[in-house]
C-alpha cells in the first residue's frame, strides 16, 4: 500500500521515521508493505531520506496508488478543505489533528462512511496512549458513564514544576518552551483550549451525539500561582487541569478546568508531560490509560497504527462516529454538585468558619492576611452565592473549579 504525509514536522516527520526503521514490522502487521509515496509540505527537506516531497495538493489527491493519507498538518485550513476532498475521491485519511476531529468530525466520518472508507483519528487525543480504539473495541460492551483526565503534557509538565520545584507559572511556561514542550504561543495549552478539543471527542465517541468544544465550559492554568499550590498542599493535594465528560439521563456534561486532587487520586502522581485518562462504566468500575501524551515518536506511532489498521480493512468501512448534536444536549456544569476551593484575603476579619467547610491557613508572615476554604459538596450557583452573600466581605483571590478526593 503507498500512503501520502500531508505536513512533515514533528509529528509527520515521526510517521515517515517508522516506516522507514520498522519496515518489516509494518509489513508483518498490516499484511502487505507499506511505502511513503508522497510528502505534501511547503518547505524543501534537501537532507531527508524520502525524495517523494511535493508542494501541490493535487499530487496526492490525484494518485490513483495512493490508498490512505496521513494528515499532520493542524489546524483547520487547508486540513479540512484537504482530508474532505480525499474522503470524497476514495482515500482513508489518519490523523493527529483534535481541532479538525473535534470541529468538523461529524462530517468527515459521514463522508468516509458514504464513500467505503476510513477517517481514523487515535492520536488526536492521546498522542501515544491508545484510548480511541479501546473505546470502540475493547470497552464497547460497557455503559461508559464517566471519561475524566490529564489530557494535555504542556500543562502538566508546567504544574509539576511549580509542584515540585517551586517555579512560578511565568518561570514553568519558559521552561517548557526551552524544553520543546509548549509552543511560542502557548495560549491553546495553557488556556485549555487543546484539552478542552480532547474533552469534546471523548464526548462525542463515548456518549454517541456530537458535542461542539466551542460549548464547553474551558478554563486553563495560567491564574494558578503558588499561593494556590501552597495550599493545595497543606490540604494534602496536587493542582492538575482536568477535561472530564459524564453521561446524564438527558444529555452529557462536559468542562474543562484546574482541579485539587488529593494526593491519593490515581490521577495525582502523573507528572511532567504524561497524560492519564480514567475511564468509568457500568460492570466495569475504572480503567486508566497512561503514558506519554504528545512527542513525535509516540504521536507517530498512533498515527501509524491507525495507517496499518486502515491497510488491514482496506475496502472495508470501520463504524466509528457519532450522531449530530443536538440543542440542549450539553448540560449546564454549573448544576453538577462538587467542592470547591476559594482563596481570600482577610480584611481584618477573622477567617470564614461553615458547616462542612475545611478552612485553610498557611504559616508564614506572608500569608498572615489571608486564607483558604474548600467547600462542602454542593452547585457552583450555591457556591457563587456564597461569594455573593456571607464570603463577600473577604476579598477574593482564586477560585478552583473542582475539589476530588
Not at 148 to 171: R, V
Not at 245 to 270: D, F, Q
Request: glycine share 10%; with cysteine.
Amino acid at each position: 500500500m503507498k500512503i501520502g504525509i500531508m505536513g512533515f514536522g514533528v509529528v509527520g516527520g515521526g510517521v515517515g521515521e517508522l516506516i522507514a526503521t520498522n519496515a518489516e514490522s509494518i509489513k508483518r502487521r498490516s499484511g502487505e508493505e507499506i511505502t511513503v509515496a508522497k510528502i505534501l509540505d511547503l518547505r524543501d527537506f534537501p537532507d531527508s531520506i524520502y525524495k517523494c516531497f511535493t508542494k501541490d495538493f493535487e499530487d496526492i489527491l490525484n494518485d490513483p496508488e495512493i490508498g490512505v493519507v496521513a494528515e499532520v498538518m493542524g489546524g483547520t485550513n487547508p486540513a479540512y478543505d484537504f482530508t474532505k476532498r480525499l474522503l470524497q475521491a476514495g482515500k482513508s485519511v489518519v490523523t493527529s489533528n483534535k481541532e479538525l476531529v473535534a470541529k468538523h468530525g461529524t462530517e468527515l466520518l459521514r463522508l468516509a462512511e458514504e464513500n467505503n472508507v476510513n477517517y481514523l483519528f487515535e492520536a488526536s487525543v492521546g498522542g501515544g496512549i491508545p484510548i480511541i480504539r479501546p473505546l470502540y473495541t475493547s470497552l464497547a460492551a460497557n455503559e461508559l458513564t464517566d471519561i475524566y483526565g490529564i489530557l494535555n503534557g504542556t500543562t502538566n509538565y508546567i504544574l509539576t514544576q511549580m509542584i515540585k520545584n517551586g517555579a512560578s507559572f511565568e518561570e514553568a511556561l519558559k521552561g517548557a518552551q526551552e524544553n520543546g514542550y509548549a509552543e511560542k504561543d502557548p495560549t491553546a495549552d495553557v488556556e485549555g483550549f487543546d484539552t478542552c478539543r480532547k474533552t469534546a471527542i471523548l464526548a462525542s465517541l463515548a456518549f454517541g451525539k456530537y458535542v461542539n468544544s466551542d460549548e464547553i465550559p474551558c478554563e486553563g492554568i495560567s491564574g494558578i500561582t503558588l499561593e494556590d499550590v501552597a495550599y493545595a498542599a497543606k490540604f494534602d493535594s496536587v493542582i492538575k487541569l482536568l477535561g472530564m465528560t459524564s453521561r446524564a439521563e438527558n444529555g452529557v456534561y462536559a468542562m474543562v478546568c484546574p482541579a485539587i486532587l488529593k494526593s491519593s487520586h490515581p490521577l495525582a502522581g502523573i507528572d511532567d508531560v504524561f497524560n492519564g485518562i480514567m475511564v468509568r462504566g457500568e460492570g466495569l468500575g475504572d480503567v486508566m490509560f497512561y503514558g506519554r501524551g504528545a512527542g513525535a515518536l509516540p504521536t507517530a506511532s498512533a498515527v501509524l497504527s491507525d495507517i496499518i489498521d486502515t491497510v488491514k480493512h482496506k475496502q472495508k468501512h470501520i463504524r466509528l462516529g457519532w450522531s449530530e448534536g443536538e440543542d440542549g444536549y450539553l448540560l449546564d456544569s454549573k448544576t453538577l454538585p462538587g467542592r470547591f476551593y476559594a482563596r481570600f484575603k482577610r480584611n481584618g476579619e477573622e477567617p470564614f468558619s461553615g458547616d462542612g467547610f475545611d478552612v485553610i491557613t498557611l504559616d508564614g508572615a506572608e500569608y498572615a492576611d489571608e486564607f483558604a476554604v474548600v467547600s462542602p459538596s454542593m452547585t457552583e450557583y450555591d457556591f457563587e452565592a456564597l461569594l455573593d452573600g456571607p464570603l463577600a466581605k473577604y476579598e477574593l483571590l482564586n477560585k478552583i473549579r473542582l475539589v476530588a478526593e
